[in-house]
């Protein structure tokens, strides 16, 4: 079970954005669009707030692969939550601003399914992930997106299904949770 083979490398952080790197997409966007895309948008970000929350509160300082998994899940979260932020953004729209009760909600749902066990906290992270991915599958057909943001979500909605299949993994092997954490092969 290694969806992390295919990266290749170490990275700690994400590249530096760049002015370039944004595009001011609002222009020439029909109205009803323009709405349909910023609420779409909205709600994905939100949705990934609670996402990172989630595994944030879930995480404990012991040296396990649950752990090492739950930060990676985290990391990915928040890049989705920064890159679905950025494109709405990018649309003129605004983050909704009584964002709190995400944070809450999240934070909650992890900290109860910490308090109930292993097997709560690896079927709330399979829960979480197939819910993002029913989310997924139906904005990118919702709305009509440019080809650039279409992309950008489907690879939102590839990363779900990947963190999908780590925690249904782990629900399959719990001893592997437990475990040392694997160390992943040096570069080469």
Known sequence: MSDDASHGME????????????????AGVAPAQLRAVRRTLRATNRL???????YRAQWSPEPTELN???????????THQADSLSRLMEYGGRPMLMRGPFYVVG??????S??????????????????????????????????ATHDLLVGMWNDEKCHLRRWTHL??????????????????
Do not use: C, F, S
């Not at 990275?11 to 609002?26: N, S, V």
């Not at 090492?68 to 928040?78: F, K, S, T, V």
């Not at 934070?107 to 109860?112: A, I, K, P, Y």
């Not at 992270?125 to 009509?144: C, Q, R």
């Open 107 to 112: 934070w909650v749902l992890g900290r109860v």
């Open 11 to 26: 990275q700690t952080l994400r590249r530096e954005l760049r002015t370039g790197d944004i595009r001011l997409r609002a």
């Open 114 to 147: 910490r308090m109930l066990g292993l097997r709560a906290m690896l079927r709330l992270g399979a829960w979480v992930e197939a819910k993002a991915i029913d989310h997924y599958a139906h904005l990118t057909a919702a709305v009509d997106w440019d080809p």
């Open 171 to 188: 629900l399959e092997h719990p001893e592997e949770a437990l475990a040392p954490p694997r160390e992943p092969p040096a570069p080469q």
């Open 48 to 54: 990934e707030t609670m996402a990172v929350q989630v």
């Open 68 to 78: 090492r998994q739950l930060i990676a899940a985290m990391d990915n979260e928040l």
